[in-house]
């Protein structure tokens, strides 16, 4: 049995997202020490956007093709960088202003490889994850509307490398 | 033959509805599947150069085929992180 502290490897939650627990998911069956980085990524939310200010964030996500979305995106991770481990924890729902709404953990064994895959991931999930955010901001609210979603796509898989890399 | 439409976001808010469930004919792909629910709520059709879809929680292509029960979402350009 899992400890009660436990979070899956990849997973999406209403509450507020711990991230020394999506820390310790990336870097659970490391084994040894195997793991010598880890590197995070924090996104929270902003309190003005275009120039308006923001209220708060929903975020809304197709929850089982989303998780396929980060199983899909980890398993890139591990092609392009082997040995890297990576957790995924991304909130629905909403979101107050410096809320945390995705915490991603990329462990390896050395630190350029943790910070090139971190950065892979977040921008493969914001090209491909089914998830949506709302806008509630000082005079509206609207939907924020960014990449069309194609896991298949080569061309968008390279140009996330390349800001990975670069 | 029954399938189950999902669809989210903004292009939820122009259908009115998260989930709908149509007569499709046998044969019918994700293409097809599209283009009634389009006819439907003509609000929606200019979303399809713009739009990704899914077959039972994976990712498919238009020329997808449905078959009966099949859960089919349609998904507007993505905003997580």
């Not at chain 1, 923001?54 to 890139?76: H, M, T």
């Not at chain 1, 909130?91 to 709404?101: K, L, P, T």
């Not at chain 1, 796509?153 to 890399?165: G, P, S, V």
Request: hydrophobic share 50%; glycine share 8%.
């Amino acid at each position: 049995m899992l400890p009660e502290t436990s979070i899956p490897l990849l997973s999406i939650t209403a509450d507020a997202v711990d991230v020394q627990a999506v820390v310790r998911r990336a870097e659970d069956e490391a084994g040894a020490g195997r793991h010598g980085a880890v590197a995070v990524f924090i996104g929270n939310v902003r309190g003005e956007n275009l120039g308006r200010r923001v209220i708060e964030l929903q975020y809304e996500a197709y929850e089982p093709l989303a998780l396929n979305a980060f199983g899909i995106i980890a398993a890139e991770a591990g092609e392009t960088w082997p040995g890297v481990r990576i957790a995924v924890r991304h909130r629905v729902g909403r979101v107050a202003i410096g809320e945390a709404s995705i915490v991603i953990a990329a462990a390896s064994p050395h630190r350029a490889e943790a910070f090139q895959a971190c950065r892979y991931v977040i921008e493969r999930v914001k090209q491909i994850a089914p998830v949506w955010k709302r806008e509630i901001f000082d005079g509206g609210e609207a939907w924020i509307e960014g990449a069309t979603a194609d896991p298949f796509d080569t061309a968008a898989r390279r140009a996330a490398y390349e800001r990975a890399c670069r | 033959m029954p399938i189950t439409i999902l669809v989210f976001a903004k292009l939820r808010d122009l259908v009115g509805s998260p989930q709908l469930v149509r007569e499709v004919v046998a044969g019918s792909t994700v293409e097809d599947v599209w283009q009634a629910l389009a006819s439907e709520f003509p609000a929606a059709a200019p979303y399809r150069t713009a739009l990704s879809a899914a077959v039972n929680a994976g990712y498919a292509k238009f020329s997808t085929p449905v078959a009966e029960g099949d859960e089919v979402a349609f998904l507007p350009p993505v905003s997580g992180g």
